[in-house]
Nanobody, 120 residues
Framework: VQLQASGGGLVQAGEFLRLSCAGPGRTFSSYAMGWFRQAPGKERDVVATISRSGGTTYYADSVKGRFTISRDNAKSTVYLQMNSLKPEDTAVYYC??????????????WGQGTLVTVSS
């Protein structure tokens, strides 16, 4: 399963970015999706997840109210809208997938990371 993440970049605090992850084509709607991030010197942590139908979402406390995960099954793409970015959001962001209704804590499939850098 190939996942292709994009949309990272360098922004200032308070600005926004939208990450995209192209998923596995015609079977995309069979996969729960999510975003994780890994900051320098830290473990990789979950940021947000979305069920395969899009009806159930989860957010880490640190991003609630600022980030929104969504999916477009017709385009086989999951998005992470990141608003009001903070320097502590700086990390490599990874998209992940499981062929299941809900994403597991240790997903089976990973995309390459996309770097988000937020300057103060």
């Amino acid at each position: 399963v190939q996942l292709q993440a994009s949309g990272g970049g360098l922004v200032q605090a308070g600005e926004f970015l939208r990450l995209s992850c192209a998923g596995p084509g015609r079977t995309f709607s069979s996969y729960a999706m999510g975003w994780f991030r890994q900051a320098p010197g830290k473990e990789r942590d979950v940021v947000a997840t979305i069920s395969r139908s899009g009806g159930t979402t989860y957010y880490a406390d640190s991003v609630k109210g600022r980030f929104t995960i969504s999916r477009d099954n017709a385009k086989s793409t999951v998005y992470l809208q990141m608003n009001s970015l903070k320097p502590e959001d700086t990390a490599v962001y990874y998209c992940a997938a499981d062929r299941d209704r809900i994403l597991s804590p240790s997903p089976n499939y990973w995309g390459q990371g996309t770097l988000v850098t937020v300057s103060s």
